[in-house]
């Protein structure tokens, strides 16, 4: 007898995995995928970050790690804030997580309860609706397009504001669409949000290094906000440290304490080998990733310039992260080679089966115009998958 909980029945599966599962079954089968799909550096862990880690193991931590982190990658993670974003952080207020999903999990679980509306600029990463739902909320969408690169604006914020409204959730540079919001786009929001003090700001930052131009912004910066805004980091994007698993908030003590405590029962400590190699990662200078941001801004360029070619691919230009999100409406309605596409997820599908290039329906992140094409890839199997691309749509 098969009876699950309503709660596993009301979660939908990650979109991006189940492409990724997608793609390997394809693979197995004898088929060549070029994997796209997934927002994963192609970059090795950096040598001196790794070192690290051998050094953690030699110097035999293996024990149970404190819920919140280790005391020094506690500071560590202060000095960067400090640093990087200049918040001024005490270590009581940082929780380190198994990678910045859990922070992510942890910060629903103790803030929202049934009923809350969570707001969604669009488009967003796919787990934030999940999670609010896991949290018994429910999530709310602001639309943007890409006539609007991808932000929302003060006015569309204030109309989705309700009494339930309990928290928001921000993620620039943004995943799946590279779009980065400018200190005065989250200056003229948060003017918004200063006049609603019930409302939490949830400002996910994990792509802040991975950015080609426009400088990053934290919104916990803007003084009114401090109090209310949980920032969320990692180190899986930036530093190439995907499987590592590790992820950080800075928040009110009081919520942290509370994420400590939710996390105590869930997971416990995360690991004690990422944890110190974390540590190396944050502290030493971040000029010493800039080649793999160069390598990504190469191929932003390249990708742009090779989608802008093929007819119906509407694109802008992102300024950080490793996606572009461009619109494919133009290919709704239409029967390509007998199939019939109706929407973004059947246009994905098509590229998997036809052209044998794994992507990501937007549907997925609330934009139901557009795919996302990961190009964290090698130039070679960018420029292999954009011309399988342009050869099954022609």
Known sequence: MEELSERINSLPVSATLAMAAKARELKNNGIDVIGLSLGEPDFNTPE???????????????????????????????????RDNNLNYKPSQIVVSTGA???IANLCMVLLNPGDEVLLPAPYWVSYSAIATLAEAKSVIIPSSIETDFKITPKQLEAAITPKTKLIMFNSPNNPSGTIYTEAEYRALGKILEKYPDIFILSDEIYEHINYGTPHFSIAAIPELYDRTITVNGVAKAFAMTGWRIGYIGAAEWISKACNKMQGQITSGANCIAQRATITALLEPVSKIQYMVDEFSHRKNLIIELLSQIKGFKMNRPDGAFYVFPDVSFYFGKTIGGTTINNASDFALFLLEKAHVATVTGEAFGNEDCIRISYAASEANIKEAVERISRALS
Request: glycine share 2%; hydrophobic share 30%; charged share 30%.
């Open 101 to 103: 999903k859990q922070s």
């Open 48 to 82: 001196y970050i790794k070192d690290s880690a051998i050094k953690a193991v030699n110097d035999n931590y293996n024990s149970y790690s404190p819920v919140d982190g280790y005391a020094d990658l506690k500071d560590a993670i202060c000095t960067k804030f400090k």
